[in-house]
Structures are given as structure tokens and as C-alpha cells.
């Protein structure tokens, strides 16, 4: 009996997102043309009013109109920042919905990443274990991102969507609203490396538990049978808290209305026309993505690799609809263990990749930095771009899988390059549509990286009968 209502459940929570997803839009289309059109009218006009000024202080020789130019534009930013702020408020009861959810699902990440990283190490048994399935993981790891950074570097000089822009290089110091450091050994290192296992919990910075994990799992099993306890102990707390992510998911259709009610409510589907080409494009070089990852992935498992996708349809969907493959992590690592893949693996690979194996942000990172540089007709050699890529491809490691955490590395790389970071301002409004695109896809590449190192370790079983 338990065998036949339990995939209805399931394909109901799928059915409800989705249906929470267009009642969002249409609710959102709504409140844009209604409640909130006043704001979205006057930051219209504020914004060509920014252009206008933009351009006669590109023209203009007099110094004294320069200055009075300046102070116009200051005041019309802070007029900006009172509308953005008020039109916030407004739809602030649906952003609270999804907010509140992603919240309740970064209680549960450290803890569920620590306790299975846990067991999956000590399972694993000995340090020998653990090196070699590390090695094939970060093999699979390396060559996934530097294909995504790859592909998006090739695409967007195929498409150049920035070409049309043609813009002037804005003032060095235009300040575009991302606390961001320059690219910094010592910055990176201290991101890897924890001072403190506690406040890498309480900030879920998810590459220093990784860290602590692995020393604690390996440690754990060298102990012997005192060891066992602790590994029975983490199990049992790992079940628990995966207990508990099924109570979250519940809530996870809510979430997603709020979601898109209040993106749309604020951004209106006149967004879509404005960045249509570079919107068609990116989404386009996604598409290509996960079938170059499934093709990859195909190689090692083979034809089970289509079971896969359509198994994870449901992270997937979460990851697309919240914008955050950590709201997904724990219904990913579920569902991985139905689709055949020993639990011990799971629990060491797919942590490991929210960290090392964000295949969506990397693409879009070195997309979204060649079209900046278009847009300011800017001409990066081939050579230039290959290191621009090998840069992104080490500040990019334990990036957060939320949203806005792959500007904040974009930021940073354009001021190794000399390219003007206020360029970011031309991606923030159409970010949250970017981001729900590149969230999906991280989901993707970490379901086949973990598949595929499942199969290398003979450890891929026959997947559960579920819908």
C-alpha cells in the first residue's frame, strides 16, 4: 500500500511549484500594471533622466557645469534609491514568503552537510578511500567547470550580445550597490580554510565545513570502534534532519509564488523584451550545457543518464523557481539515493560540489564578464580571456549557491581586468531571471558528477520505482 501513494505525493509537491510558478507570474504581471505602477513609471523616467545627464557630462568641457551635472545626478540616485525602497515595501508580504523558506533551508544545509560529509568520509574507511573517490570527484569537477567557463567564453563571443549596447566607460568610482574585495590569494585561502567550524555554520560558508568535514570523517574512521559510535550517531542525526526537510518542502509551492509574484510585481515582463537577445542567448548556452553534461555524463552511465534528468525534475524546478541550488541540496541528495547511487558516495560527492562544482554560475561568470566588455566596446585578446577564465575558475570555489554570490565574484575579477564593475548594473535587473536559470543547472551537473562517480566506484544500483 505504502509503495502506491507515496509517488502521487510526490509528483503533487512537483505539480504544485509549477502551478505556484504561473500563478506567481500572472499575479506579479498584475500588481506590476496596478499597485506598484506609479514606482515602476517614475523609476522609468528617472533612469533616462540618468542617461540624459550621463551624456552631457561625457560632452561637456565647463567644469563648473560638470559639477552641478554631479549634483543633479546624486539627487536623482537618492530620488531612485526612496522609489526602489518604497516599491519594496510594497511587495514585501510575498518576498517575505520566500525568504522565510530559504531561511528554514539554510538551518538545515550545514548541519545535513556536515553530519553526511561525516559519514560518507568515515564509510569510506581508510584515507586511501577517501583519496582516490576525492581524486576521480575533483578529475569530474575540473574538467565540468572549466567546460562551463569554456562554452560560455566561446558563446558569448559567437553571440556578442553586448555589441549593441555601446555605452561610454562610466566614472571609475560609480558605486553599484555590491560589497566586493579585489582578487586576493590571502582572501581566497581564508575562505577555504576555517578559523572557526562554528561560524562556518552560523555564516554557512559551505567549502569550510567541506574542510572541517573531511578531517573529522577522516579522523573518525581512524579511531576504530569508538569511531563507529560517532559515524551511528551522525547517521542517525542525518536522518533526522532530512526528516525535517521534508516538513520545509512543503512549504516550498508558497515560497515560489511569493518568488515570482514579487520579481515580476518589480521587474514586469517588459524586462524580458528590454534584455531579450542576451536573456535567449545565456539560456541558450545553458541548454547547450546540460546536453554537453548529459552527453559527458552518457559516456560513463549511459542511456540512464536521461532517467536522471527526468528524476530530478524536482530540484530542478525548486533550484529554477527559488534561484538557489542550496534550497534544492537536500531533495537532490534524496532523490540521488533512489536513482541508484550507495549513500556513502552522495554524502561525500554532492557536498563537495555545491562547493567545487557550480557548472551554471561558471558559465554565466565568464558570459557575463565578456558581455560587460562588450557593452564598453572594450576588446579582450583570446589570451587575455583564457586567464580571465583561470582567474574565475579559482575565486569561484566555495561560492555560495544563493543568489546575487557569483556577482559579487564577477566584481572582483572585473577589477583585476581593468573593466568598469559599474557595468554590473546593467545585469542586476535582470539578474533574478539569470540566476533561477544557472541555479537549475548547478542541480544538473552535480546530479551527473555524482552518478558518474557512483558508476567509477561500481557503487550505481538499480533505481527505487518512483514517479
Known sequence: METTSTPPKKSRLTLYIIIALVVGIGLGFALNKSYVADENKKLEAIEVNIQEIQHQLSQTK?????????????????ERGAIISARDKKVEPFSILADIFLRLIKMIVAPLV?????????????????????????????GASLTSLLLGMILVNIFQPGIAMKLPVPDAG??????????????????????????????????????????????????????????????????????????????????????????????????????????????????????????????????RVIALLRTMKEPILLAFSTSSSEAAFPKTMELLQKFGCKDKIVSFVLPLGYSFNLDGSMMYMTFASLFIAQSYGIHLPVATQIS????????????????????????????????????????????????????????????????????????????????
Open 114 to 142: 556536515f553530519t553526511t560529509l561525516v559519514v560518507g568520509v568515515a564509510k569510506l574507511g581508510d584515507i586511501n578511500s577517501v583519496g582516490r573517490i576525492g581524486g576521480k570527484t575533483l578529475l569530474w569537477f575540473i
Open 174 to 303: 560609480t558605486d553599484i550597490g555590491l560589497s566586493h574585495n579585489g582578487l586576493s590569494l590571502k582572501e581566497f585561502l581564508y575562505h577555504v580554510f576555517p578559523a572557526s567550524v562554528v561560524e562556518a555554520m552560523a555564516k554557512n560558508e559551505i567549502l569550510q565545513i567541506v574542510v572541517f568535514s573531511l578531517f573529522f570523517g577522516v579522523a573518525t574512521a581512524a579511531i576504530g570502534e569508538q569511531g563507529k559510535i560517532v559515524i551511528k550517531a551522525m547517521d542517525a542525526i542525518a536522518h533526522v534532519i532530512l526528516k525535517v526537510t521534508g516538513y520545509v518542502m512543503n512549504f516550498a509551492p508558497v515560497a515560489v509564488f511569493g518568488a515570482m509574484t514579487a520579481i515580476i510585481a518589480k521587474q514586469g515582463l517588459g524586462i524580458l523584451k528590454t534584455y531579450s537577445i542576451f536573456i535567449t542567448e545565456f539560456y541558450s548556452g545553458l541548454l547547450i550545457l546540460w546536453i554537453v553534461l548529459a552527453l559527458a555524463g552518457s559516456v560513463i552511465i549511459g542511456k
Open 62 to 78: 565647463d567644469s563648473l557645469a560638470s559639477v552641478q551635472l554631479e549634483q543633479q545626478k546624486k539627487s536623482i540616485l537618492k
Open 388 to 467: 580571465m577564465l583561470l582567474v574565475l575558475m579559482l575565486t569561484s570555489k566555495g561560492i555560495a549557491g544563493v543568489p546575487r554570490a557569483s556577482l559579487v565574484v564577477i566584481a572582483g575579477t572585473l577589477a583585476t581586468f581593468n573593466i568598469p564593475e559599474a557595468g554590473l548594473a546593467l545585469l542586476l535587473g535582470i539578474d533574478p531571471l539569470l540566476d533561477m536559470g544557472r541555479s537549475a543547472t548547478n542541480v544538473v551537473g552535480n546530479s551527473v558528477a555524482t552518478a558518474v562517480v557512483s558508476k567509477w566506484e561500481n557503487s550505481l544500483g538499480e533505481a527505487e520505482k518512483v514517479i
